[in-house]
């Protein structure tokens, strides 16, 4: 293969790769920080406008975290049986809030 | 004929003069460099012109809507937040070193004018998804629609008409990409 068909066929690969460097969100998933949701804790909840879309989205972004902990603890739970066990001893229920 | 020779000779010279200066290579070219304040009020009028007639048809979603605020957040902590900062920052090596200095989207855009109203808002979004979406010519400012679909820079606008509002914390958890995808469904 001559030098110029190989810079032609490295060029045409270049280019289709492009379009597969686009930013795609489960790329950061791993990496993903949590949401901090420490500030929405009960009386923090005073004052706060339920219309106010910062609000809306808050409450659905930490519901959300606080309905992937609870799965996940549940999950743990179901996996080893002893752990479950303390749980219920400790008086945890299973029961999360539904988002 | 005369006076025709004249301008014919005006025009002449003033071209010669312009590309004489143009392969001269006297202007400086380094961001750390300002422009004269003429260039840099042409370049922006030409700029903020430019801008308001192409985004002028531009039809606006929802942009209160809670999903849209999120998926936007967690794309603009990603791609934006260098140049454009966050809650709390008041600079950041991008921030300092670019020119033109890219805009701190924390503040208010109408702090300073008394004729703030909603017509403006809305125009004002219009842009920011033209701005996303194409990019700025010789500003550092990429066109993410290249790699992004309209509805992902509809999702960044919506962010950003809530942004200037947002304290640290609340940036932290509209922005954190942790549990995202389940708040999209």
Redesign the interface.
């Known amino acids: 293969m001559s030098t110029q068909s190989f810079r032609s066929l490295l060029a045409i690969l270049l280019f289709l790769t492009v379009p597969a460097m686009a930013h795609d969100p489960s790329e950061h998933m791993r990496a993903a920080e949590n949401p901090d949701c420490t500030t929405m804790d009960g009386s923090s909840h005073e004052g706060m406008d339920s219309n106010d879309p910062i609000v809306q989205a808050m409450m659905k972004k930490c519901m959300s975290a606080m309905h992937k902990e609870a799965t996940s603890i549940e999950a743990e739970a179901t996996e080893s049986p002893a752990l479950g066990e303390r749980m219920t001893e400790e008086g945890h229920s299973h029961d999360h809030p539904e988002s | 004929m005369k006076q025709i020779l004249k301008v014919l000779l005006l025009m002449l010279v003033t071209g010669s003069a312009g590309f004489a200066f143009l392969y001269s290579g006297i202007y400086p070219m380094g961001a750390d460099s300002p422009h004269t304040s003429l260039t840099y009020w042409a370049l922006e009028t030409l700029r903020e012109h430019s801008i308001e007639r192409a985004s002028r048809t531009l039809v606006l979603p929802d942009l209160?809507?809670?999903?849209l605020?999120?998926a936007g957040?967690?794309?603009y902590n990603?791609?934006c937040s260098a140049c454009h900062l966050e809650p709390g920052k008041r600079g950041s090596d991008m921030s300092a070193g670019l020119y033109p200095q890219p805009p701190n989207l924390t503040i208010p855009p109408f702090l300073h004018r008394v004729d703030d109203n909603s017509e403006r808002t809305s125009n004002l979004a219009r842009e920011q998804f033209w701005v996303i979406k194409h990019g700025i010519k010789a500003s550092g400012m990429p066109a993410w629609g290249k790699?992004?679909d309209d509805q992902r820079i509809w999702a960044m606008v919506a962010f950003l008409q809530?942004l200037p509002?947002?304290d640290s914390?609340?940036y932290?958890?509209?922005t954190?990409?942790?549990?995202?995808?389940?708040?999209h469904h």
């Open positions: 209160s809507s809670p999903d605020i999120l957040g967690a794309d990603e791609m790699t992004h809530q509002r947002l914390a609340q932290q958890i509209l954190a990409r942790g549990n995202t995808e389940e708040a």
